[in-house]
């Protein structure tokens, strides 16, 4: 039962390089978002998707491009990493209308990304 | 985003005791959510609150969504030393661009046996 997989878990980038972090769920939920978790901030929402071909913005989007061209998978891509953005992220998903039907938001264990 | 107000940030305590955290906000939300985190994990749901006053168990556990909505506390009776982790508020509103959550800055427990 595999749930939310998340890759790679550990990641160092130069500035200004770019890379992909990868997010899939074999649950087939609709609703996918990536977050990130700094030190004392909590966790804060980067973008969403509610389903295939659909993605909005969260909290903190701004460095962040994300597409969902398939149910299965919503893909992270930073194009000019930067070392603020040095974070933990996490990748969530859910069956639709998880806010008010007591359907948990399933989180994957996290990818831990180091800009120097 | 909604600024959520958790506290407290730590809390030091021994095993059998009872914990209590809560969050605040000068926001109303229509859903409030506790989560725990362990090292190296994701967070995972324990209480979910859909409705002003409500009071939900899970086990030890023992969560109130707030009458005036801008409030929650979760409460842990007996503690052991597994519950040791991050504890998070979340609290919810409903957008016309979907749902997003708005968490706290955690609330960190620790148990000694």
């Known amino acids: 039962n595999a749930g939310v997989t998340q890759t790679p878990k550990f990641q160092v980038l130069k500035t200004g390089q770019s890379m992909t972090l990868q997010c899939a769920q074999d649950?087939?939920?609709?609703?996918m978002s990536w977050y990130r978790q700094d030190p004392g901030m909590g966790l804060r929402l980067i973008h969403y998707?509610?389903?295939?071909?659909?993605?909005d913005q969260g909290e903190v989007p701004n460095g962040y491009n994300v597409s969902r061209s398939t149910t299965e998978d919503f893909p992270l891509r930073l194009l000019s990493a930067a070392p603020s953005q040095t974070s933990v992220y996490f990748c969530a998903s859910s069956r639709p209308g998880w806010a008010v039907n007591n359907s948990p938001l399933h989180f994957g264990n996290g990818t831990r990304l180091t800009v120097t | 985003g909604q600024q959520l107000n958790q506290s407290p940030q730590s809390m030091f305590i021994q095993e059998g005791e009872d914990v209590s955290m809560n969050c605040t906000s000068s926001s109303i939300f229509n859903t409030w959510l506790w989560y725990k985190q362990d090292p190296g994990e994701g967070p995972v749901l324990l209480i979910a609150?859909?409705?002003?006053?409500e009071l939900t168990s899970n086990g030890r556990l023992t969560a109130q969504f707030g009458i005036t909505r801008k409030d929650s506390f979760l409460n842990i009776s007996a503690s052991i030393p597994s519950d040791v982790g991050i504890y998070f508020c979340a609290g919810l509103k409903n957008s016309n661009s979907g749902y997003a959550l708005n968490f706290g800055k955690g609330t960190s427990l620790l148990v000694t046996p």
């Open positions: 609150l859909y409705k002003a006053g």
């Open positions: 998707s509610v389903g295939a071909g659909i993605t």
């Open positions: 649950m087939n939920h609709e609703y």
